[in-house]
């Protein structure tokens, strides 16, 4: 009876120790989602999304002043997108070392992917946050073509990736 009871200890304990070491992995290794902020390839991130951008603004013939205040807002984009590559290498190599030792701290590991996990809205606020001082910065036409060149890549995104939650909807 007491074997039988530790074996199946043994087994749970090993199915969480996995569990708990594929989570880490996956968030050391990066979160993909839809914004793709959380990628292994942050830098190449950053210059498609930063490029993408500067063709919109582009497109959207920005006066002279906007391309100031935009230049600024950009700056403090690439400055963030930086940032939060960095701490995401120094958590991945954090969790490396970890998990290379004899006998990992796996609370420990939980705990940092945890606040690792807690943090990732905070970044994704902050670039929407961004893009909105961007949209306050244009003039009232420029606004509709903004929100226009929205609605059609969320329309390529849709047709790209299938219907998912709000690409759903009709936002005519």
């Given amino acids: 009876m007491k074997k039988s009871m530790n074996k199946r200890w043994i087994i749970f304990s090993s199915l969480v120790l996995v569990m708990v070491m594929a989570t880490a992995g996956m968030a050391v290794s990066g979160v993909k989602g839809q914004f793709g902020f959380f990628g292994s390839k942050g830098g190449m991130h950053k210059e498609r999304v930063l490029s993408k951008l500067d063709y919109s603004m582009q497109e959207l013939k920005l006066t002279p002043e906007q391309q100031a205040k935009y230049t600024v807002i950009r700056s403090r984009m690439a400055q963030s997108m930086d940032d939060a590559q960095a701490h995401r290498e120094k958590v991945r190599e954090n969790v490396r070392a970890e998990m290379n030792q004899e006998q990992p701290d796996v609370r420990a590991l939980a705990k940092t992917m945890k606040k690792e996990a807690r943090s990732m809205p905070d970044m994704l606020t902050a670039q929407i ?12 036409d420029q606004q509709a073509k903004f929100v226009q060149m929205v ?5 390529r995104m849709n047709h790209r990736r299938g219907p998912k939650g709000l690409m759903d909807k009709d936002l005519s």
């Fill in 151 to 155: 609605k059609e890549r969320m329309e």
């Fill in 129 to 140: 946050d961004s893009v909105l001082e961007i949209y306050d910065i244009l003039h009232k």
